[in-house]
């Protein structure tokens, strides 16, 4: 069976070997054969000559074991001749045979041609020094070169084996690897004892927005300096920080990315230990995007909120209505008694006012807890947004705010979106008024695509600790207010399909604070519309 391993190399430096053999005899002729040994050399040179020939010929081509041996046999029989013709027993070459040995049987598969081999060898080496005591030590040096080389390639073999297996072993954990990091849906991150990353995989270079490359060698103060200063304490404190998976004890960080979009990110951070000693080699940063899981759990409470609100309505519009009609009504009686003094008519005066004010909030509130009976059309924005402003500039409430309001509409001829008109133009005026009665000087509303109107303003804001509960029924920071306005609106826009944020403060109106109120909308098919029209 032919050996599959490329033996080119070796058999050429073999035949470089055997030129120097000749340059070398071809020197030093006359202390090899003396001054009448020019047969001899003509012998030797012919022989080498001819193995020489034979080593470049199978150098250039795949050699198989049958080659390799037959190469092996000239050497031998280049071997003896040389020996014989440089003084047999006493020849310096006599080495040559424990080196063929060797050589076949390292480079031999099969032990019986590497046996083969040692038989011939004794047999050439035997001519080569005649029938003397020094063939005994030579043919030991034969053999145990031989088994030596033999010992060696089965040794190197199986090391070959060995590291083979663990060569796959290695690559399968690398795939295994890969594929976790890779399929994980958590981002993975792996910082060094200094803060550098080193390793982070798609999931987390795609949550945080760029590409793995840039994100490598990045140090973590750069990126969430948050999560630095706990990655400084895991290695003298506790070797856990946060964990995303429950909700009591979920720890965020807010990351802004490239686009200049805010995500919340939770976290947790394991510290890596170095199996052996212990020591602390780096922290593992597991990262997870809960910006819409959170936005959903905000929904949820909202919803939660509104549906308790909506229970109390019922018992507020019997309990409290009825007996307000009656007190308003006795006190217009009274009013027109002709024996009351003027201090006790102002003070049934002040009982009507304040009873039309109650009435009036119980009257909002019910339309707040009363289904929502959206009339969805096509509505097209750039026109509403204009009859908004329209009907702003002669709105006494606004126009005594001395407030300045701009209109930017979309870069669009017709921008469609599925909604309510009339309910729209009621949101878009509560905002309006808000941002007026905030102490802003400048309001904008502004149309944009795909279906987005913001309106924002330059006032005085919104408190932090406030910005959660301003869609929240009676939460108000207004001294006559009812809290319902925003908390409508928010109803609204939700009966519509839509929704609506608020931003505060603005990047806008740093100074001042400023409010956006964002409400986007789903954009409508007028297809069916046009073709009505």
Not at 44 to 70: D, H, I, P, R
Not at 254 to 272: D, H, I, M, P, Q
Not at 433 to 456: D, F, H, K, M, Y
């Amino acid at each position: 069976m032919d050996n599959q391993r490329n033996y080119s190399p070796i058999l050429f430096y073999r035949g470089l070997i055997y030129i120097a053999l000749v340059a070398f005899i071809g020197v030093f002729h006359s202390l090899l054969f003396g001054v009448e040994g020019s047969r001899s050399i003509s012998n030797v040179y012919f022989v080498l000559t001819l193995v020489t020939g034979m080593q470049f010929l199978f150098s250039f081509k795949m050699s198989s074991q049958e080659q390799l041996l037959a190469l092996f046999l000239a050497d031998s029989a280049a071997a003896m001749l040389l020996v014989r013709e440089t003084g047999g027993s006493a020849s310096p070459f006599t080495l040559l045979f424990p080196v063929l040995s060797l050589s076949g049987a390292v480079l031999l598969e099969k032990r019986s041609q590497s046996w083969a081999l040692i038989v011939i060898a004794i047999v050439l080496m035997s001519f080569a020094v005649g029938m003397r005591p020094a063939i005994i030590g030579n043919a030991l040096a034969i053999l145990g070169t031989t088994l030596l080389g033999q010992y060696l390639t089965a040794k190197l073999k199986r090391s070959d084996e060995a590291l083979e297996l663990s060569e796959e072993a290695r690559r399968r954990l690398e795939n295994i690897q890969r594929a976790i990091l890779t399929n994980i849906p958590s981002g993975l991150m792996s910082v060094d004892t200094f803060g550098k990353i080193i390793q982070v995989n798609s999931v987390g270079a795609a949550i945080l927005g760029q590409s793995e490359n840039s994100l490598m060698g990045m140090y973590l103060r750069d990126l969430m300096p948050e999560l630095d200063e706990l990655r400084d304490s895991l290695h003298t404190m506790y070797p856990v920080v946060g964990d995303f998976s429950e909700k009591s004890s979920r720890k965020v960080v807010c990351y802004k990315s490239v686009t200049g979009e805010f995500l919340n990110l939770g976290y947790s951070l394991a510290r890596l230990n170095d199996p052996e000693d212990r020591s602390p080699i780096g922290t593992l940063v597991v990262f997870q995007d809960l910006t819409h899981v959170m936005k959903i759990e905000e929904d949820l409470r909202m919803s939660e909120k509104l549906a308790a609100v909506g229970k109390l309505a019922a018992g507020i519009a019997h309990e409290i209505r009825n007996p307000l009609a009656g007190i308003s009504g006795s006190a217009q009686l009274l009013e027109g008694s002709s024996y009351l003094e003027q201090e006790d008519k102002q003070l049934l005066n002040i009982i009507q006012r304040e009873s039309q004010r109650l009435d009036g909030l119980i009257t909002e509130f019910l339309n707040y807890v009363r289904p929502t009976d959206a009339k969805l059309e096509g509505v097209e924005l750039n026109q509403l947004a204009h009859d908004v402003v329209e009907s702003l500039q002669v709105n006494p409430i606004f126009k005594d705010k001395g407030c300045k309001l701009q209109l930017k509409k979309a870069p669009v001829e017709e921008l469609w979106v599925e909604g309510d008109r009339n309910k729209l133009v009621q949101v878009l005026i509560n905002l309006i008024i808000n941002a007026a009665q905030a102490n802003a000087t400048q309001v904008s509303l502004e149309v944009q695509q795909p279906g987005r109107l913001q309106v924002w303003d330059n006032g005085s804001g919104i408190k932090e600790e406030n910005i959660n509960r301003v869609f929240e029924p009676f939460f108000t920071t207004k001294d006559k207010g009812t809290g319902l306005g925003l908390a409508l609106s928010y109803k609204l826009i939700e009966a519509m399909g839509g929704s609506v944020k608020v931003r505060s403060p603005i990047p806008e109106q740093v100074d001042t604070g400023g409010s956006m109120f964002t409400i986007e909308l789903r954009g409508a098919n007028i297809q069916d519309e046009s073709a009505a029209v």
